[in-house]
């Protein structure tokens, strides 16, 4: 049976970016660094009013098994997408990166999902996304022979929006537990969070979920806090292990009772936010499956969010294994 | 009636843009820095071996015309998608970007055309576009109205390939000059130039077309010359004003006997060569109708073309007129 190093589920998503303005946003009712779902009808008005364009594979976890595969890594990946021109492209993307995607496409309707993403001047993302064919994903698309393979298993708390991923969640969990793997998860989003606060606190406490991933906006919605600290200390105490990432600041990772802060990479210019979480996810669970400190880890995190921002897009477009070798961290 | 500054006609192609090393390009017959003809067989090879991609609107006029609006010029489309999904990103792209596009699409097959666009480490692009829908602009596609109502119509040598798109621009032409306006195009490619040439000296030496553009390798093609020199004295005799660009050594504008050196501007790196010719065109286009002196004229080619060049993909993501303000030559 082939082994993998981590396996990502998630929404499989075709972005569409453009640049815009700060009232283009507010005239428009978009949430400002957010993650806004929309309807087919919305996603209509919103891309007449969208300037040009350019289009490529994303989607929170399917970036980061994008990710792992640029550093070598041996990743897999489930998601949703129709029998359409965006499903091509986002099975050709996604399979040419070297990762493992086999999930069955819908023959027809709903389409392959889309995200309409507004790049402001401050480089920051404001996400609109129809998920279409991504509500159709269930535990009918649970591979278990790949859930039992994977040393990591990732998924991104947005799956609690579609009606049915959850239980292909639980599923996938189960068959990784039962093997002795791990299972991680990303908070995807504060108001995400908000969302399902009691679910994801749920998945944590039972221990269907050891590894959790959230930016400092998030491990503060999740408590309720204004502080980081508390937020810190109390997800130490749900999990087994958090990296929560902090924007310039870098990151911290707590396990028990150790804590080790990460810097960020310097960069020469913030093109683009948009994949910063996922490809810091990536860079982290490469160096984490394949043995690294955990120090290290947060550095590969570091630097494959530094180098992703720094381009437009949410997928890397060098080879981060090659990137990580010329600065000794490989 | 409204008038246009620039109406550019072209094939309308969506852009499929990876990285490759050079060894790609030799083991797939691919010739490199040109624009490869192929078919939809060989279209489903290349893809099926092509690395994670982006799609972006492209085609060179598409470009042009595209590169005029973002100066603030008033300017229109003439080229053929089909009703698909390519078709529906290319029509929202041009249009997002200000341009008048009114060419009806073809109900089905074949497809809107694209283009797999290969980058070399060095930042050289080598296209290989299959022409879909494009074969079937014909003369029933030129809008008489935006013909008359252009100050220049500028046209891609590239249309030859397509079977009946010439008849589009020797009516287009008529109409333009009947209306005491000027033709313009370039010639493309060197190898475009080299499947073409007597014709396209036809274009020039009858008085179809008033302003030719092209780089240096496709003027030493046109003549069949080895010398930059004699390329100029003979293009200078053959029609009324020409600008041949020299990639970082800048342009030559000629025109009787006059000739306007123009320098390249610094760039920090280079990212993507796609586009470049085109945006060239657009910023000297957009100088010439809005009334400026040829080294003007030059000078915002060389500006538009040199930021092309520092991103990947063959529009500009900026605003062009904010670019010339700030370095006063809007």
């Given at each position: 049976m082939k082994e993998f190093d981590v396996l990502c589920i998630g929404n499989a998503i075709v972005d569409i970016f453009a640049r815009c303005d700060e009232a283009f946003l507010t005239e428009n009712g978009i949430i400002k660094g957010a993650m806004n779902l929309i309807d087919a009808e919305r996603a209509e008005l919103l891309y007449g009013r969208m300037g040009p364009a350019i289009e490529a594979s994303g989607g929170s976890a399917g970036n980061t098994a994008a990710g792992v595969a640029s550093f070598g890594g041996r990743s897999a990946f489930f998601g949703k997408v129709s029998n359409d021109h965006l499903g091509e492209i986002y099975t050709h993307d996604i399979r040419a990166q070297g990762v493992a995607f086999d999930t069955r496409p819908l023959p027809?309707?709903?389409?392959t999902a889309r995200s309409m993403i507004f790049v402001t001047p401050d480089g920051e993302r404001s996400m609109n996304t129809y998920l279409g064919a991504c509500v159709?994903?269930?535990?009918?698309?649970?591979?278990a022979d790949k859930a039992s393979a994977a040393k990591v298993t990732y998924f991104e708390?947005?799956?609690?929006?579609?009606?049915?991923a959850k239980e292909a969640i639980r599923l996938t969990a189960k068959h990784a537990h039962a093997a002795g793997r791990e299972v991680s998860m990303t908070l995807s989003d504060p108001f995400c969070v908000d969302r399902y606060r009691d679910e994801f606190l749920d998945l944590m406490r039972s221990g269907t979920v050891d590894i959790v991933f959230a930016n400092e906006s998030e491990l503060k919605s999740l408590y309720q806090t204004s502080s980081l600290d508390t937020g810190l200390e109390l997800i130490r105490k749900d999990c087994r292990l958090a990296a929560v990432t902090r924007s310039e600041l870098g990151s911290v990772i707590v396990r028990g009772e150790e804590t080790v802060p990460v810097e960020a990479i310097g960069i020469?210019?913030?093109?683009?936010?948009?994949g910063a979480g996922d490809l810091y996810a990536a860079g982290f669970l490469h160096g984490y499956t394949t043995g690294r400190s955990l120090a290290d880890c947060g550095k590969l995190g570091s630097l494959a969010a530094g180098l992703v921002i720094q381009q437009f897009g949410a997928r890397p477009r060098q080879s981060l294994l090659e990137e990580a070798q010329q600065r000794g961290l490989a």
């Open positions: 027809g309707e709903p389409p159709e994903l269930g535990p009918e698309d649970v591979e708390g947005y799956l609690w929006d579609p009606p049915r020469s210019e913030l093109v683009d936010t948009t």
